[in-house]
C-alpha cells in the first residue's frame, strides 16, 4: 500500500530536549516536504527536499533540521524544543513535476512541548 | 513570497445546498493551485489541482473549482452537499515560480447542517 508514515503519532517532551521526527514513504518520490498547522494558522512549510542531499527552507525553518540522505527518509529534528513548537507536524511526498505535484500526507504527529 | 487568502474561515450550510468556498492569491506569475480536504484527525487529501489548461477543474466527491487569472480566484464548489462534507479545506499554491514551495490558506471549516 502506497503510504507516508510518520513516528511517533503523539510525543510530549520537555523543553531543551533533542527530538526526531521520523517520516518514510514507500513511492519513490523525489518530493518531501515538512508543515507545521496551527489554528487560525493554516499549514505551514518548514523545510522541503527536492532530493537526496538536496534541502531547502520553507516559511518556518528557525528551531527544526531535517537531512535527506535516502530518497524514502525525511527525518524532522528539534534540537532544542521549545513550547511555541507545540503543534501538529505533517510529513508530505509526492514525485516532481507538472503533470503530478499531488502531495500523499502522512496521518500526522501531534507534539506537546511543556 | 506567495500568500493565500481564504476569505471564510467557518461555512455551515444546510444539507443538499450548494456551496463556494473563496480562495485568493497574490502572484501574478503562474502558479499550480490545489485544494486540500482534511477531514477530523486525519491528514490531508487533495480534492483537486490547477497545473494548466481548462480553467474549470472537477475533483473528487463532486467538488470543482474554477481558476481566474484575472481575479487571482481559485474557488471551490459543490452544487449540493452531505454530511460528510464536513471538514476543513485548505487552499494552496506551488510551482516553479515559487521555487517548489508550497502556500496554504488558513483554512474555511465546512459544516453540513442536517
Known amino acids: 500500500e502506497a503510504q507516508v508514515t510518520q513516528n511517533p503519532r503523539y510525543l510530549i517532551t520537555v523543553t531543551g530536549k533533542k527530538l526526531t521526527v521520523t517520516c518514510s514513504q514507500n513511492?519513490?518520490?523525489?518530493?518531501m516536504s515538512w508543515y507545521r498547522q496551527d489554528p487560525g494558522l493554516g499549514l505551514r512549510q518548514i523545510y522541503y527536499s527536492m532530493n537526496v542531499e538536496v534541502t531547502d527552507k520553507g516559511d518556518v525553518p528557525e528551531g527544526y533540521k531535517v537531512s535527506r540522505k535516502e530518497k524514502r527518509n525525511f527525518p524532522l529534528i528539534l534540537e532544542s524544543p521549545s513550547p511555541n513548537q507545540t503543534s501538529l507536524y505533517f510529513c508530505?511526498?509526492?514525485?516532481?513535476?507538472?503533470?503530478?505535484?499531488?502531495?500523499?500526507f502522512g496521518p500526522g504527529t501531534r507534539l506537546t512541548v511543556t | 513570497a506567495q500568500s493565500v487568502t481564504q476569505l471564510d474561515s467557518q461555512v455551515p450550510v444546510f444539507e443538499e445546498a450548494p456551496v463556494e468556498l473563496r480562495c485568493n492569491y497574490s502572484s501574478s506569475v503562474s502558479v499550480y493551485l490545489f485544494w486540500y480536504v482534511q477531514y477530523p484527525n486525519q491528514g490531508l487529501q487533495l480534492l483537486l489541482k490547477?497545473?494548466?489548461?481548462?480553467?474549470l477543474v472537477k475533483g473528487i466527491n463532486g467538488f470543482e473549482a474554477e481558476f481566474n487569472k484575472s481575479q487571482t480566484s481559485f474557488h471551490l464548489r459543490k452544487p449540493s452537499v452531505h454530511i460528510s462534507d464536513t471538514a476543513e479545506y485548505f487552499c494552496a499554491v506551488s510551482g516553479p515560480n515559487t521555487g517548489n514551495q508550497f502556500y496554504f490558506g488558513t483554512g474555511t471549516s465546512l459544516t453540513v447542517i442536517p
Open positions: 513511492m519513490n518520490h523525489e518530493y
Open positions: 490547477y497545473l494548466s489548461g481548462s480553467t
Open positions: 508530505a511526498s509526492s514525485f516532481l513535476g507538472r503533470s503530478t505535484y499531488e502531495q500523499y
